[in-house]
């Protein structure tokens, strides 16, 4: 294109000095295939060229050709310009499409926002309204008709449906209301009956873990039915291995199925060894017998320390006064819906239980019981309601809770209350009051029992 223009501007040149001259364009190859483009003009004063003559044509050439080159590179940096204008245009016109594209999205938005903003309105407005009638419907007084209902039906109209019998819209109802005492509502035996009585029946163990390792055939399992403080709650499970030479691990279960999954929330470590199987969980306290001691101690659940701590008088300890199972299952102690509580034996009381009713706080004993059965004859004991109880066998699948010790009475019997030992080997009985359950340990296997309370029978011996 460069040397067309160049050819132009050389023909447009020649023109404006001599119109009368011809000029004629030839195109060729040269010997290497490369193309030629040459021209020829006549001169105006000679017919024929000479060596000398040549110089003033070929400057003048010269000037018109340096003339063109400068034409030709005016018009090139035109057309760099032109182009370096387009991209620019082009560079112009995204951003303006973009800006569009995004103020598009900013409208929508705002007409959400706004559709929104009416929908939050209509639900408050409705809800002032549902709030306003619940106002008015609390605030309206109730009819009620004690005796005939004869003055409410005076200043009643006479178009008022209710007192039309033959109008199908509504009729107005009357009731008599006759306060009945609870205990006559639920019988005594029955399984809602909530009051404290004498124990009915025992129901099928129902399991509910199982321990995995040798430390786990005996133990202590329990739920706090009265449990203090914040991080623990009657859901809370704890459980203790009592086979070991230091038992003092207490493992911490969320609830009953963090248990059967076999992973604590929390280990707590006590500051004396415990004996046996006989501790229990009273209003945020772990009560246990130290080892090898008549010693009990309250380990306080919640600062988990050591709260308070004392000998309990002339207590046989390390296998004196077992159950017949033995395990050093001298001292036994439990709670119920009367307080604390403490199984053992003396040796002044020859072997036979003696019950002491404890201070939660102290330890001290408030008062004692004897019984007439002697300890190392029955295989475990709970007490329910103030009263003794006692269970015959700890390997018989089938055995019987043989005797009940009444301290409201002072008195004891003989009983006969089927009680299943479905693992055969019962080494921990113990009962939770807010449940209304036992909590045993058998075999390995953790159990539960519902148990059906009644009213107490006068007999005794």
């Known amino acids: ?40 003009v006549p001169s105006p004063e000679e017919s024929s060229c000479s060596g000398g003559s ?21 018009l090139l940096a035109g057309e760099d310009g032109g182009a370096g204008t387009g991209e620019r245009a082009n560079g112009e016109e995204g951003v303006r499409e973009a800006y569009s594209q ?34 008015t419907l609390s605030q309206r007084p109730c009819q009620q008709t004690h005796t005939s209902g004869a003055k409410q039906r005076e200043n ?19 009731a008599e209301v006759t306060e009945v005492p609870a205990s006559q509502l639920i019988p005594e035996g029955s399984p809602n009956f909530t009051g404290c009585g ?17 430390t786990g055939k005996y133990g202590v399992w329990l739920q706090d039915p009265e449990p203090q403080g914040p991080n623990y709650n009657n859901k809370t499970v704890w459980r203790i291995d009592t086979v070991g030479k ?16 076999g992973f604590p929330m929390k280990v707590l470590v006590l500051p004396e060894p415990m004996e046996s199987t006989g501790a229990t969980m009273y209003r945020g306290s772990l009560y246990y017998q130290r080892k090898r001691s ?20 002339h207590a046989g300890f390390h296998g004196q006064h077992p159950y017949s199972w033995g395990g050093y299952t001298d001292i036994d102690l439990a709670a119920d819906e009367q307080g604390l509580w403490a199984i053992y ?23 004692s019981w004897e019984t007439n059965i002697r300890k190392n004859t029955v295989a475990n004991a709970f007490i329910v309601c103030g009263r003794l109880y006692t269970v015959g066998s700890y390997t018989a699948p089938n055995t019987t809770i043989n005797y009940v010790f009444d301290t409201a009475t002072g008195m004891g019997r003989a009983v006969s209350v089927p009680f299943k030992n479905k693992y055969r080997y019962n080494s921990m009985v113990d009962y939770n009051h807010a449940q209304r359950k036992l909590f045993a340990w058998d075999n390995f296997h953790m159990v539960t029992y519902d148990i059906r309370l009644g009213k107490a029978s006068n007999s005794s011996s």
Not at 4 to 27: G, K, N, P, Y
Not at 57 to 74: I, N, P
Not at 198 to 214: F, M, N, R, T, W
């Open 345 to 367: 034996s003396t040796n002044k009381a020859k072997g036979a239980i003696v019950i002491s009713k404890l201070d939660p706080e102290s330890l001290e004993v408030k008062r």
């Open 54 to 74: 040549m110089k003033p044509e070929m400057d003048g050439v010269s000037s018109r050709l340096t003339l063109l080159e400068a034409l030709v590179s005016r």
């Open 156 to 174: 009643r109209p006479a178009s008022d449906p209710a007192y039309d019998l033959g109008n199908g819209a509504y009729q107005e109802m009357k």
């Open 294 to 313: 008549r010693s009990l101690i309250r380990y306080d659940l919640t600062s988990e320390r050591l709260a308070s701590r004392l000998e309990l008088p």
């Open 102 to 135: 995004v103020t598009r999205e900013r409208n929508q938005l705002q007409q959400d926002k706004e559709r929104l903003s009416r929908q939050v309105q209509e639900l408050q407005r409705r809800l002032a309204e549902l709030s306003q009638e619940a106002e």
């Open 1 to 40: 294109m460069w040397l067309q223009v160049s050819l132009l501007c050389l023909s447009c040149l020649t023109q404006a000095q001599q119109a009368e001259d011809r000029a004629s364009l030839r195109r060729s190859n040269d010997h290497t295939g490369r193309c030629h483009y040459s021209f020829t």
């Open 198 to 214: 004498e124990l009915q029946s025992v129901g099928d163990p129902v399991l509910h873990k199982k321990a995995d390792s040798i």
């Open 246 to 261: 230091d038992v003092r691990q207490i493992f911490a279960y969320e609830d009953m199925d963090q248990l059967s999954q």
